[in-house]
């Protein structure tokens, strides 16, 4: 089985995991937590990144027990034994990880053409050409190998990290710390804290890409420690910026006028042209970089998908530049498919949301616990309280999912049973092939 060639070390680990995090959702979702509790979903901001640690902790310790490239994957087929039920949980897990990360990507490729200018909003001809470009773009890095995909993503996010941090003080400077009152508001009020989570928390996400490229990492007990450190600074980052839109936008600006977009309404506001053109091309950046880490996290799943047998060997071969370029094709290929139909952008985001994040997740902390009890279990980095970290991280997970309604709950169904219905077919396919050999 080939291997990848260890060329990440640890400031390449934790750019990539602020990369893959900094995006779309921070941009865009201020305004919707603000709408449940008013300036107190600040909060819920600083809660998410905290139960993203929680989880963090826990992949932390799994990964270094199993530094293998799509490591989500090897989770669940270790700890369950190796069996019909570990081929199934770790299948779900792996396509579930694909698919929502596919659909961020899909996301994110159409919102992009928003930042670039104002008349490419999603769903016109422009937005459809921005999109197609940008996906075709991280492609291209991704084919160029590990190392390039991990500077092109330093240079853009130390770029937009300078100008939101820019961006953060003037909002705080000419803002009012009166906007900020009555601190629970919105409505839900302090309840609404909770609701604002699930929204919140979608904008940490791609931390996970780390989990995705341990044989990459010239040192696989670096991965923990980029990880949380990673989780730190965009908790920050984030608390502080929904600080600054809320106290430089009123709550009409909020609500209405700049509902989608506050951040950039934040910085419209402030009226500096030049600093507007640099918060522009920032927030072009953060979605690229999203994008960038997204592809290189979901070909690795691929190729752990392979490996298992359930996807086609090609999927797991590496080039001579250590690149799984057939994976990395498809990883941004079907993206490119399906940025043409932006009208269900609300579909993506609700899948995504509980196939590629709540399924997977809970499969892992069972996998964690199943492990943890196992005296064949030995990473090189073990968490103390453990366990404790785990339940933390469900309540977390938990939470996460609150904010559900009826119909999302059906497209979710509607995904699981598919999933479930290709698991069998390939499942029948592999044993078949298996029978084959042994005659």
Do not use: C
Not at 189 to 206: D, E, N, Q, R, T
């Amino acid at each position: 089985m080939a291997s990848f060639r260890k060329v990440l070390g640890f400031w390449d680990l934790f750019w990539l995991s602020v990369g893959g995090m900094v995006g779309v959702a921070i941009l865009t979702f201020a305004s919707v937590t603000y709408g449940y509790a008013g300036p107190s979903s600040i909060i819920s901001w600083i809660l998410a990144g905290v139960f993203s640690i929680f989880m963090a902790l826990v992949y932390s310790e799994m990964v270094t027990a199993f530094p293998d490239s799509g490591a989500l994957v090897v989770f669940p087929y270790e700890g369950f034994g190796k069996g019909r039920i570990a081929r199934y949980l770790a299948f779900l897990e792996g396509a579930g990880y694909y698919i929502g990360t596919l659909f961020g990507i899909v996301i994110s490729a159409i919102i992009l053409g928003s930042y670039v200018s104002p008349a490419l909003a999603t769903g016109t001809a422009g937005s459809l050409i921005i999109a197609e470009l940008s996906l075709l773009f991280v492609g291209i890095i991704n084919i160029l190998g590990a190392k390039v995909t991990s500077k092109i993503n330093l240079l853009m996010s130390i770029f937009f990290m300078v100008i939101f941090s820019a961006v953060i003080i003037l909002g705080i400077i000419h803002g009012s710390a009166s906007r900020l009152m009555p601190f629970f508001s919105g409505t839900s009020k302090a309840v609404g804290i909770v609701y604002a989570i699930p929204i919140a928390i979608l904008a940490y996400g791609s931390w996970t890409a780390l989990i995705t490229i341990p044989e990459e990492a010239k040192d696989v007990k670096k991965i923990p420690k980029a990880m949380v450190y990673s989780l730190l600074v965009v908790t920050l980052l984030y608390a502080l910026i929904v600080l600054a839109v809320y106290m430089g936008l009123s709550s009409t600006q909020l609500n209405k006028t700049f509902y989608y977009y506050p951040v950039f309404g934040l910085v419209a506001l402030l009226g500096n042209n030049l600093l507007l053109l640099a918060f522009q091309i920032a927030a072009i950046f953060a979605i690229i970089a999203v994008m960038l880490v997204m592809v290189m996290s979901n070909s690795r799943i691929l190729v752990a998908l392979s490996r298992l047998k359930f996807l086609p060997g090609k999927m797991s071969e590496i080039s001579k530049r250590s690149i799984p370029l057939y994976a990395t094709l498809l990883s941004f290929l079907i993206p490119m498919a399906l940025s043409f139909f932006p009208t269900y952008y609300y579909q993506y985001v609700v899948i995504g949301a509980i196939i590629g994040t709540g399924l997977p997740r809970v499969i892992d902390l069972a996998s964690y616990l199943k492990l943890r009890g196992s005296k064949s279990y030995k990473p090189s980095f073990k968490v103390k309280y453990g366990v404790a970290f785990a339940a933390m991280a469900f309540i977390g997970l938990v939470i996460s999912e609150l904010s559900l309604g009826i119909s999302d709950i059906e497209w979710s169904v509607v995904a699981f049973g598919m999933l479930t219905f290709f698991f069998i077919i390939l499942e029948r396919t592999y044993a078949a092939r298996k029978n084959s050999v042994t005659k």
